[in-house]
Structures are given as C-alpha cells and as structure tokens.
C-alpha cells in the first residue's frame, strides 16, 4: 500500500510564499492523477490542485497562486503557493485518487 508523506509546510507571513512536497512510498504510475486538498479550520476539505500527465487544473479561489507539479520519476507532487493570505491557513493533504491515497496532511499557518 502506497503511503504519501508531505513536507515543507511552516509558519509564514501574509505575501510570503512556500513549497509543499508530496512524496510516494513506491512506483507510481505517471498516468495517476496526484492532487492537493486543503482544510481550514472549522471547515470541509476542499480541492486545490491536481496534474495528470502535465495537465493541471486548480480550484478558482487558488488560480494564480498555487502551482501544482511533479518529478519526472512520477513520485513526488509539489504545490508552489505564493502570495500566501491568512485564509490559506489549512491543513494541506496530497491525494492519488486512483489508489484512494491520502498523505497525513502538513499544516500551513499563515499569520503576521
């Protein structure tokens, strides 16, 4: 069974920005979609991000901001976020839909 483990996550002040990283146990087959959900606090979690061979496509109230990619061995998936707001503050998880596979999330707080 595939395990997913994130990183790069931390406290960081309104406009600043961070790099998520997103790294599989094994092989992932480079056709799987690898995706970004957050959680606010208080909130449902929510879609950011996803690629699936190159493709990227990303949730409106984060266009522009994020930046989803992945490696070229297909095993590990990025979130570039810059501009960051104080409503970024989540709970940011990676997600192989094809293998229902879910990172343990990596926290995020933004805040002056």
């Known amino acids: 069974q595939v395990q997913l483990v994130e990183s790069g996550g931390g406290l960081v002040q309104p406009g600043g920005s961070l790099r998520l990283s997103c790294a599989a146990s094994?092989?992932?087959?480079?056709?799987?979609?690898m995706a970004w959900f957050r959680q606010a606090p208080g909130k449902q979690r929510e879609f950011i991000a996803r690629?699936?061979?190159?493709?990227?496509n990303y949730a409106d109230s984060v266009k522009g901001r994020f930046t989803v990619s992945r490696d070229n061995a297909g095993n590990t998936v990025y979130l570039q976020i810059d501009s960051l707001k104080p409503e970024d503050t989540a709970v940011y998880y990676c997600?192989?839909?094809?293998?229902?596979?879910w990172g343990q999330g990596i926290l995020v707080t933004v805040s002056s």
């Open positions: 997600n192989i839909p094809n293998l229902n596979a």
């Open positions: 094994g092989s992932i087959p480079t056709f799987y979609t």
């Open positions: 690629i699936t061979l190159g493709i990227t």
